[in-house]
C-alpha cells in the first residue's frame, strides 16, 4: 500500500510563489535545501506526516546540463506539477507494479544539502515518460532518513484529486501502486490540492 508523501508545487519564481503561499495561509514554508546537480531548491510547509514542497530554480548553481525537472523551465506561473506517495522497499513495489501492467520507471539514488549542512538521501521512481501530465504519483522510499515533515511548519491538506477528461485510463496505474487518489472527470487533466492554514484555504492547480 501506498500512502502519501508530498506534493510537488512547481515554479518559476521560488521567492514569489513562497510570498504567495505564506500571505494565503498565515504560515512560511521554510528552505529544504539544494538539489546540486538539477539546478532547483525547495521551501517545505508539513502538511501533518506529509508535506508541500515548492521547487523552483537555483540561481546560484550553474545551469544543469539536462532540463530542470517538473518542467521548470517552460512555466510562467506556478503548477502543482505531481505528487509523490511514500513507500518501503521501493525496488519490490516497482517490481510489483510492472507485473501488474505499468512501469512507474526506474530507481534512482537522489540527495540534497539542507541549510544545516547536512546531507538528506532517498530513492525515488525516475521516468522522462510521464503519460499522465504529473496525476500518477512518483514512488519515495526514505530509507533510514527522517522524514522531511518532522519539525516543519504545518498546514492541513484538506482534499487531493484528479481531473480527467477519461477517468478510467488512470485505474491501473493507481491501482498497481496501490496509490488512492480521487479521480473524477474534467475537460481538462490536473491535479487540484486544497490546503488550510491559519489565515485562509489555498487552492492549487
Known amino acids: 500500500m501506498s500512502g502519501f508523501d508530498h506534493l510537488v508545487l512547481a515554479t518559476p519564481d521560488l521567492a514569489a510563489t513562497v510570498g504567495v503561499v505564506t500571505r494565503a495561509l498565515g504560515v512560511a514554508?521554510?528552505?529544504?535545501?539544494?538539489?546540486?546537480?538539477?539546478?532547483?531548491r525547495n521551501f517545505l510547509l508539513g502538511l501533518g506526516d506529509g508535506y508541500l514542497e515548492i521547487i523552483g530554480p537555483d540561481l546560484g548553481q550553474p545551469?544543469?546540463?539536462l532540463p530542470r525537472p517538473f518542467g521548470i523551465n517552460g512555466l510562467a506561473a506556478p503548477r502543482l506539477a505531481t505528487w509523490a506517495a511514500r513507500v518501503t522497499d521501493i525496488a519490490t513495489?516497482?517490481?510489483?507494479?510492472?507485473?501488474?501492467?505499468?512501469?512507474?520507471?526506474d530507481v534512482a539514488?537522489?540527495?540534497?544539502?539542507t541549510p544545516e549542512g547536512q546531507t538528506l538521501r532517498w530513492r525515488l521512481t525516475w521516468s522522462r515518460k510521464d503519460l499522465h501530465g504529473g496525476l500518477i504519483p512518483f514512488l519515495i522510499d526514505w530509507g533510514e532518513t527522517a522524514h522531511p515533515s518532522s519539525g516543519l511548519p504545518q498546514a492541513t491538506l484538506r482534499s487531493l484529486e484528479a481531473v480527467h477528461?477519461?477517468?478510467?485510463v488512470l485505474?491501473?496505474?493507481?491501482?498497481?501502486?496501490?496509490?488512492?487518489?480521487?479521480?473524477?472527470?474534467?475537460?481538462r487533466a490536473g491535479l487540484i490540492a486544497v490546503i488550510e492554514g491559519p489565515n485562509d484555504t489555498l487552492t492549487l492547480l
Open 29 to 40: 514554508p521554510v528552505a529544504g535545501g539544494r538539489h546540486m546537480g538539477y539546478g532547483t
Open 63 to 65: 545551469v544543469p546540463r
Open 93 to 105: 513495489v516497482v517490481a510489483d507494479a510492472r507485473a501488474a501492467g505499468y512501469d512507474p520507471g
Open 109 to 113: 539514488d537522489m540527495s540534497r544539502a
Open 165 to 168: 477528461p477519461d477517468p478510467a
Open 171 to 187: 485505474s491501473l496505474p493507481l491501482q498497481a501502486l496501490s496509490a488512492p487518489l480521487p479521480v473524477r472527470a474534467g475537460i
